[in-house]
T-cell receptor, first 109, second 119 residues
């Protein structure tokens, strides 16, 4: 079967750096996505990793280790608007997305 | 690019009535669209996968006769909640993706969601 685990909630300070981890178990793998979801809104696409390594996109970076079943989303220079839930989603062998429960990130001034 | 619209954004209806929600891909053709439901402070729950020109595939526990899905064109899918009841009140979100193999083409782009309240 498949399983995705990410922390329920994290708190960080404006201007700092935060790393949100996601671990998974799956028999088939076609990539891992990170989405951002503000309260009351739909998710928006942040990143996609299918090969090992770090993908950098502005203040946000995403890392993947397939052998360890591990990914993280790194947010730098945190801004208040980064307060949101961050969803890790695994694409299985049927190209279906398996969603994590999301990590609520709280940014404090 | 990759804009998905959803209409209406918010709807309040009486118990027993039916509600139709539209999902449109505005600048790309989506052979596959997905319908999700999200209750407060919970993660997305996939309801069904909608493929253009064929019947939708429903997730276990989702009543196909209650949640009617039609994907009549490459840019439009509709979800009709039939005989809605208060427990159907939720945030309904659609997403769309392009055809193709693995890679960014498999990215799902989400509509803004529809908040349904059944009285």
């Amino acid at each position: 079967g498949q399983n995705i685990d990410q922390p329920t909630e994290m708190t960080a300070t404006e201007g700092a750096i935060v790393q949100i981890n996601c671990t998974y178990q799956t028999s088939g793998f076609n990539g891992l996505f990170w989405y951002q979801q503000h309260a009351g809104e739909a998710p928006t696409f942040l990143s996609y990793n299918v090969l090992d390594g770090l993908e950098e996109k502005g203040r946000f970076s995403s890392f993947l280790s397939r052998s360890k079943g591990y990914s993280y989303l790194l947010l730098k220079e945190l801004q208040m608007k980064d307060s949101a839930s961050y969803l890790c989603a695994l694409m299985d062998s049927n190209y279906q997305l398996i969603w994590g429960a999301g990590t609520k990130l709280i940014i404090k001034p | 690019g990759a804009v998905v619209s959803q209409h209406p954004s918010r709807v309040i209806c009486k118990s027993g009535t039916s509600v139709k929600i539209e999902c449109r891909s505005l600048d790309f053709q989506a052979t596959t669209m997905f319908w999700y439901r999200q209750f407060p402070k919970q993660s997305l729950m996939l309801m069904a996968t909608s493929n253009e020109g064929s019947k939708a595939t429903y997730e276990q526990g989702v009543e196909k006769d209650k949640f009617l899905i039609n994907h009549a064109s490459l840019t439009l899918s509709t979800l009709t909640v039939t005989s809605a009841h208060p427990e159907d009140s939720s945030f309904y979100i659609c997403s769309a993706r392009l055809a193709g193999g693995p890679g960014p083409q498999e990215t799902q782009y989400f509509g803004p969601g529809t908040r349904l309240l059944v009285l």
